[in-house]
């Protein structure tokens, strides 16, 4: 399983919750057998879908009807079914994110509130020096969080 920092501050949603049911087909989100209506949720890399060994954790997880050989991908996964007192959690930048498809369920006292507003943004970029202060996002500054 992938380690998350845990000195760091993550802004996720909470996309499952005990018991659910939760599955990704073709980077739709399912939760209970529906699919999860997500305007938020940005695929933005355009690179292809791979198995990622950091998503191995999800097997113990597993529904009962999974085929035996699991091979979970950043873009389709599961259906696994969320344990009692643990919760699930995805980025909005669903191409490139740390979230709970890697790092395994979260519990509640890890999570510490409900952000309201995008307060900085920007593109990271290897190519570009100090993307922090010249790739910002502008037109994200100050949007709600919804």
């Known amino acids: 399983m992938c380690i998350r920092d845990r000195n760091k501050n993550y802004v996720k949603r909470v996309v499952g919750v005990p018991d659910d049911t939760l599955e990704m087909r073709d980077k739709v989100l399912y939760r209970n ?11 933005e890399d355009g690179r292809g879908d791979t198995v990622h060994p950091d998503m191995r954790w999800q097997s113990g997880y597993l529904i009962a009807s999974t085929p035996p050989k699991y091979q979970p991908t950043r873009d389709n996964w599961g259906p ?7 919760y ?50 502008w037109g994200r500054l100050g949007t709600v969080i919804r």
């Open 33 to 43: 057998g529906e699919p999860v209506y997500e305007p938020y949720a940005r695929h």
């Open 80 to 86: 696994l079914v969320v344990p009692p007192e643990s």
């Open 88 to 137: 699930f959690v995805l980025g909005d930048n669903r191409d490139n994110s740390e979230d709970s498809r890697y790092w395994g369920f979260v519990s509640r006292k890890e999570i510490r509130g409900e952000p309201w507003v995008v307060y900085y943004s920007f593109i990271p970029s290897a190519a570009t020096p100090l993307p922090w202060m010249r790739r910002v996002r």
